[in-house]
C-alpha cells in the first residue's frame, strides 16, 4: 500500500532557529502534498497545498515567509519552519494525493512531527 | 466552501457498549468523498473508510458499521462492543471531487473504559 515517510517524528529546538520537516512517499509519485497543523486537543488544520514545481498555497492566516515549503520532486516535499517561537509548537502532519489518482488512491499521511520550541 | 460537524467532542463508554459517532457535512459538490480517520494518542492518522457521494450503501467491517444518509448530509459511524483500544479521536472529513481540499470535522474523543 501506499506509504509516506516523515521524519522527524519529534524535535525540540530553541527559539529562533529553523526546523525542517521531510514528507517523502515512498512508493507512489505525489503530484500534490498537504500540510496540517493541529494543536492540542484540536482538529487538523490546513496550512498549505504543494503542487510538485510550483510554489505552495498557503491558506489565509499561514505566514509563507514562516513556514516554508519546498515540493522538488514527485516523491518528496519539505517544511521549514523558521525562526521558530513557543507558539509554534505544535503537531504537523502531511499528506500525499497519488499522481496515479485520487479517486482510486485517496490520501495518504505521514505519522506526524511534534515540535516543540523552548 | 466545505463543512464538516462532528456535534460530540468527547464521548464516554464502558466496555462492550455499541457507539455511535456523528458526522454531517455541508458542501455544494454534487460528486464528493466522505473518510472517517483514528487518531490514536501516538498521533498518526488510521484510514478507517472512504465512501464516494455516489455510494450510500452501508458498510460493515467486524466491528465498524458506517450509515451515509445522503438526504441528511449526515455519515455516521458504530463501534459495536467497543473495546479500550478504540479509545482515540476520531475525525470525519469531507474532500471534493479532485481531491485537492480535505475538510476535518472538529474530532471525536472516544473513552473506552474497562
Known amino acids: 500500500g501506499a506509504v509516506v515517510s516523515q521524519h522527524p517524528s519529534r524535535v525540540i529546538c530553541k527559539s529562533g532557529t529553523s526546523v525542517k520537516i521531510e514528507c517523502r512517499s515512498l512508493d507512489f509519485q505525489a503530484t500534490t502534498m498537504f500540510w496540517y497543523r493541529q494543536f492540542p486537543k484540536q482538529s487538523l488544520m490546513l496550512m498549505a497545498t504543494s503542487n510538485e514545481g510550483s510554489k505552495a498555497t498557503y491558506e489565509q492566516g499561514v505566514e509563507k515567509d514562516k513556514f516554508l515549503i519546498n515540493h522538488a520532486s514527485l516523491t518528496l516535499s519539505t517544511l521549514t519552519v523558521t525562526s521558530a517561537h513557543p507558539e509554534d509548537s505544535s503537531f504537523y502532519i502531511c499528506?500525499?494525493?497519488?499522481?496515479?489518482?485520487?479517486?482510486?488512491?485517496?490520501?495518504?499521511f505521514g505519522s506526524g512531527t511534534r515540535l516543540t520550541v523552548v | 466552501a466545505q463543512k464538516v460537524t462532528q456535534a460530540q467532542t468527547e464521548i464516554s463508554v464502558v466496555e462492550k457498549e455499541d457507539v455511535t459517532l456523528d458526522c454531517v457535512y455541508e458542501t455544494r459538490d454534487t460528486t464528493y468523498y466522505l473518510f472517517w480517520y483514528k487518531q490514536p494518542p501516538s498521533g498518526e492518522l488510521v484510514f478507517l473508510i472512504r465512501r464516494n457521494s455516489f455510494d450510500e450503501q452501508n458498510e460493515i467491517s467486524g466491528r465498524y458499521s458506517w450509515n451515509f444518509q445522503k438526504s441528511t448530509s449526515s455519515f455516521n459511524f458504530t463501534i459495536t462492543a467497543s473495546q479500550v483500544v478504540d479509545s482515540a479521536v476520531y475525525f470525519c472529513a469531507l474532500s471534493n471531487n479532485a481531491g485537492n481540499m480535505l475538510t476535518f470535522g472538529g474530532g471525536t474523543r472516544l473513552m473506552v473504559k474497562p
Open positions: 499528506s500525499a494525493r497519488p499522481l496515479a489518482g485520487f479517486v482510486n488512491y485517496g490520501y495518504t
